[in-house]
């Protein structure tokens, strides 16, 4: 999900999740669909085309659950993966932090905090890493 979500609202994430999951449970059963099967399941996502392209390319390189990469650098190898994307799978994961989840809302918020200035997320990450010690790079 959280490629799909990329440019997209969560309200359109929770509303096809539970039907995209029913057809693909696992990373099995997408390893073997092609991206047009996505389709029907994730047309409201922004970019759909693309981004059934890269899912369907993630799941037959990984294969299995237990397959995924967990390192920052494995991660943002995946097609359509950066580092916010990474940053989210590993905490979901529960593996230590390496980065903080930075989004359009991370980029303002920091900004008006004055803990980082621009609007390159990656930028931005890089300078909130410095200024606030790891044990607060997790935020609820």
Same mark, same amino acid.
């Given at each position: 999900?959280?490629?799909?979500? @990329?440019?997209?609202? %969560?309200? +359109? =994430?929770?509303?096809?999740?539970?039907? &995209? !999951?029913?057809? !693909?449970? $696992?990373?099995?059963?997408?390893?073997? @669909?092609?991206?047009?099967?996505? *389709?029907? *399941? +994730? #047309?409201?996502?922004?970019? !759909?085309?693309?981004?059934?392209?890269?899912? /369907?390319?993630?799941? #037959?390189?990984?294969? $299995?659950? #237990?397959?995924?990469?967990?390192?920052?650098?494995?991660?943002?190898?995946?097609?359509? &993966?950066?580092?916010? #994307?990474?940053?989210? +799978?590993?905490?979901?994961?529960?593996?230590?932090?390496?980065?903080?989840?930075?989004?359009?809302?991370?980029?303002?918020?920091?900004?008006?905090?004055? +803990?980082?200035?621009? %609007? %390159?997320?990656?930028?931005?990450?890089?300078? =909130?890493?410095? /200024?606030?010690?790891?044990?607060?790079?997790?935020?609820?």
């Amino acid at each position: 999900m959280v490629v799909l979500s @990329a440019q997209t609202t %969560d309200n +359109i =994430i929770n509303q096809i999740a539970e039907k &995209l !999951f029913e057809a !693909f449970p $696992d990373m099995h059963t997408l390893s073997n @669909a092609t991206p047009e099967a996505l *389709y029907p *399941y +994730i #047309s409201k996502v922004r970019n !759909f085309r693309n981004k059934a392209n890269w899912l /369907t390319k993630i799941a #037959s390189s990984i294969k $299995d659950e #237990s397959n995924i990469p967990l390192k920052m650098a494995e991660l943002v190898e995946l097609p359509g &993966l950066g580092r916010k #994307s990474a940053n989210v +799978i590993k905490r979901f994961a529960g593996s230590p932090s390496k980065g903080v989840v930075v989004d359009l809302h991370g980029v303002r918020v920091a900004s008006r905090v004055g +803990i980082a200035t621009g %609007d %390159d997320p990656t930028k931005i990450e890089r300078q =909130i890493m410095e /200024t606030l010690p790891q044990k607060e790079w997790e935020v609820a």
